[in-house]
T-cell receptor, first 112, second 114 residues
């Protein structure tokens, strides 16, 4: 069945540390997005990355579509990076085209 | 101004009441979606619409209905609210005319059913 698995479920870091979040998915995809949900509940688009590598400041992401995983890297973490990080995918099938399936998220806590 | 807006942002209602959540977008996208998020979980799809005349059920449509009044507006209704519909609700849009499937989310509506 359709699966989107994120790891680790929880991550606690000290400010300045680096981290890697992982997303595994069960089938070929035409969309993969990373989101940050802030403490107020808002979903912030981080990356649209169905394949390849992208960077935005201290954040970068890589998706290896053939091996069905994506990685989100956070470097020099700051307290404002705290929150939940979600991976969401849309699978490359006609019946589910365009529908996003979300993982359960990684809860990141960054201490000063 | 935000591209995807949701009203209300917060709502407390009582069991059995009818409630409507509204979503508007200025992105010109043809596709719109309603998701709900329960504590500790990712988002799950309630309904989606690929254009004004095309509305489809998602994973968890029971107890909900929708209306696509225009390309820019997509409303979600709870006909008779129950406590387990307490959740954070998100509207999203996408435009797949360019073969790009990225979705854009509104700020969310926090609904509490007592």
């Amino acid at each position: 069945g359709i699966q989107v698995e994120q790891s680790p479920p929880d991550l606690i870091l000290q400010e300045g540390a680096n981290s890697t979040l992982r997303c595994n998915f069960s089938d070929s995809v035409n969309n993969l997005q990373w989101f940050h949900q802030n403490p107020w509940g808002q979903l912030i688009n981080l990356f649209y990355i169905p394949s390849g590598t992208k960077q935005n400041g201290r954040l970068s992401a890589t998706t290896v579509a053939t091996e069905r995983y994506s990685l989100l890297y956070i470097s020099s973490s700051q307290t404002t990076d705290s929150g939940v990080y979600f991976c969401a995918v849309a699978f490359d099938r006609g019946s589910t085209l365009g529908r996003l399936y979300f993982g359960r998220g990684t809860q990141l806590t960054v201490w000063p | 101004d935000a591209d995807v807006t949701q009203t209300p942002r917060n709502r407390i209602t009582k069991t059995g009441k009818r409630i409507m959540l509204e979503c508007s977008q200025t992105k010109g996208h043809d596709r719109m979606y309603w998701y709900r998020q329960d504590p500790g979980l990712g988002l799950r799809l309630i309904y989606y619409s690929f254009d004004v005349k095309d509305i489809n059920k998602g994973e968890i449509s029971d107890g909900y209905s929708v209306s696509r009044q225009a390309q820019a507006k997509f409303s979600l209704s709870l006909e008779s609210a129950i406590p387990n519909q307490t959740a954070l609700y998100f509207c999203a849009t996408s435009d797949q005319g360019q073969g790009r499937y990225e979705q854009y989310f509104g700020p969310g509506t926090r609904l509490t059913v007592t």
